[in-house]
């Protein structure tokens, strides 16, 4: 990992972490992988994301290099609007009487395009709140890349001309470090960073979260190890894997955010409904949240003949329905055809 000037200014004097400045998932697809769908993603790209607000510490660690002498505070709900332009998540950094930004950019996979947006998203915050903004790339799963670029170059006639570097964290560079409880925050995050995708790898992540004494972080941290492993492993086999711990999320932040982020994150909340009490159940739910966020209140009629249909591959269609009909009578002809 290339240490930029960040890294050495930390180790000499106290930075303090005091506001963060949550991002948001950037539509034209930055951290899709060839085998997810941008359903499975955006749920992904927000648990990992609410790690980061919620846990801001070893994202810090891993992004500068060291929390030595390093206090952080959370200040919830800052906002930050740039011209067509979103950020992942971005850190306020103070040291001593200095102020940075720290702009954290996360990524499944490298695409040809990360260097280019890694400068333009350090240039507009650099104008829009007047500080020095540190940028670093976090690579979340782990690949065989033989490099990284570091740097986005602009040349003229065979030789470059303008140069900016940002720092680059291979996140499965820390595997060791989670795994053994130094970085146990980032527990949830394991199974995209070991080579074997088992359930060896399932349990020991379970054991880091499952040793914590803080009960939320407990449920958080579940909520999101779940929503992780959905990547490698079919509901089914969560659903038993878990079976004892389901009833934590129940308690976790990082679900209730899920379900206030709208009409449409209510078809994702029915997805993950169905790691607790069961596919069909959960999806019926999730179909009756979607609607009810879109037009209000659900007639009875609709809940009942839900109730009546057992095969989960019609109720999964009917739920990606009901994120696009227009009206409620619309979704009520549909049922009708079932």
Known sequence: ??????????????????FPLPGCYNGDGKIIGERVCPLAVNVFDRSVKALARRYPEPFVRVALGSTDDLTVETIENPEINLPERRLDFVYGLRQEDREYILHLEFQL????????????YNALPTAAYGRPVLSAVIYLERRGYRQLPQEYVVEFRGRPVHTFPYLVVRLWDYAEAI??????????LLILLTEEKDEKVLARCRELILASPDKKWRANALSAAITVA???????????????????????????????????????RGMERGLEKGQIKATREGILDVLAERFGVVRQGIAAKLAAIEDAAVLRSLLKKSVKVESIEEFARLLEEV
């Not at 990992?1 to 005091?18: D, E, I, K, N």
């Not at 996979?109 to 333009?120: G, I, L």
């Not at 878990?242 to 308690?251: A, D, G, H, R």
């Open 109 to 120: 996979e490298h695409q040809a395009d990360v260097p280019e947006r890694m400068f333009t």
């Open 230 to 268: 959905r990547r490698y492993f079919p509901k089914e086999l969560l659903l038993r894997f878990f079976k004892e711990e389901l009833e934590m999320l129940q308690e976790a932040d990082i679900v209730q955010d899920w379900i206030n982020e709208g009409f449409q994150k209510g078809m994702e």
């Open 179 to 188: 795994s053994s409880g130094q970085l146990k925050e980032l527990a949830p």
């Open 1 to 18: 990992m290339r240490q930029g000037s960040a890294g050495h200014q930390s180790a000499s004097s106290p930075l303090r972490l005091f």
